[in-house]
């Protein structure tokens, strides 16, 4: 399967984004799917993430309250709305797909990543 994030940009701080991934060849309906994020010089950073069904979700602590994930499984999308956005949050964000249905915050559990999409969050 192969993976499109999009809708990154540059914002100021306190406003928001909405994060796409998009699938192409095959299905991600049963694969749960999660965001990371990597800002420069530093190692890349579980987000959030989100199981088949879209029942289950898990946030880091950094971005817990501000930042929703969902999916959309007739479309074959998921997303990651991003408010209240301040400057620490700056990265390229990427969306993976795991091998299981189940939510893993572990990088290492997701064999399928997008190219990244970059987010720039101005003071």
């Known amino acids: 399967v192969q993976l499109q994030a999009s809708g990154g940009g540059l914002v100021q701080a306190g406003g928001s984004l909405r994060l796409s991934c998009a699938a192409s060849?095959?299905?991600?309906?049963?694969?749960?799917v999660g965001w990371f994020r990597q800002a420069p010089g530093k190692e890349r950073e579980f987000i959030a993430c989100?199981?088949?069904?879209?029942?289950?979700?898990y946030y880091a602590d950094s971005v817990k309250g501000r930042f929703t994930i969902n999916r959309d499984r007739a479309k074959n999308t998921v997303s990651l709305q991003m408010n209240s956005l301040k400057p620490e949050d700056t990265a390229v964000y990427y969306c993976?797909?795991?091998?299981?249905?189940?939510?893993?915050?572990?990088?290492?559990?997701?064999?399928?990543w997008g190219q990244g999409t970059q987010v720039t969050v101005s003071s």
């Open positions: 989100i199981n088949w069904s879209g029942g289950s979700t």
């Open positions: 993976a797909a795991a091998r299981s249905a189940y939510a893993n915050t572990k990088g290492d559990e997701y064999n399928y």
């Open positions: 060849g095959r299905t991600f309906s049963n694969n749960a």
